[in-house]
């Protein structure tokens, strides 16, 4: 789950990743004032910091994978690696991992993160989201699909994945959490640059 699309998305991941911003931005009392002193600012900051991010995160890609390897290679044995791959592989389990994506709200991660005065959030929340996420989507998979579920569900893998899950859902929170040399700068470099056409333009 942890490929380029996966982890950046396409154009309308794009658009729902600067709308959650824009949520979050929203449930801060500073971040608040300054939309009500400069509408549209909050936007201007969301739209402006994520391609910053997708490249940033587009550059580490390889750090998040070798992580998540290594603890799949000190959980699993090499036939049910090997399993594992082939599920993931199948249109069954492509399609659960393009759906989950799909479907995925984050209710509870971004209630999390609004309650924090850093935005943070746990594992817990982004597992709970993820689970919620793939009951609503069991019940539209098509027969095939749910066979080949019930099988995979045999395989004594399953109660290992969810064993799992916590760590691998910590490991993508603290990739998240760090950043591409020059990261930051380019950052501030975009808020200081929308906020001084903001100022300019009330001066004119």
Request: without cysteine; proline residues 4%; hydrophobic residues 40%.
């Amino acid at each position: 789950m942890n490929s380029e699309i996966n982890i950046i998305g396409d154009a309308d991941d794009d658009q729902q990743a600067v709308e959650m911003m824009q949520e979050l931005f929203d449930s801060d009392p500073e971040m608040a004032e300054m939309e009500r002193d400069y509408p549209g600012i909050v936007k201007q900051f969301a739209e402006a910091m994520l391609p910053i991010i997708n490249k940033s995160s587009l550059e580490r890609l390889p750090q998040l994978q070798a992580r998540q390897a290594a603890l799949y290679q000190d959980t699993f044995t090499d036939p049910e690696l090997a399993a594992l791959i082939e599920f993931y592989s199948s249109p069954t389990g492509r399609k659960l991992v393009a759906q989950t994506l799909d479907t995925i709200a984050f209710d509870t991660t971004m209630t999390e993160m609004k309650q924090s005065p850093d935005f943070e959030y746990s594992a817990a929340s982004t597992v709970a989201d993820t689970r919620a996420a793939g009951a609503k989507i069991a019940t539209g998979m098509d027969r095939q699909d749910q066979l080949t579920l019930a099988e995979f569900g045999r395989s004594g893998l399953m109660p290992k994945l969810q064993a799992m899950a916590l760590k691998t859902h910590q490991i993508v929170i603290d990739w998240n959490n760090e950043y591409a040399p020059g990261e930051e700068a380019a950052l501030d470099a975009a808020i200081e640059t929308i906020l001084d056409k903001r100022m300019e333009s009330m001066d004119e």
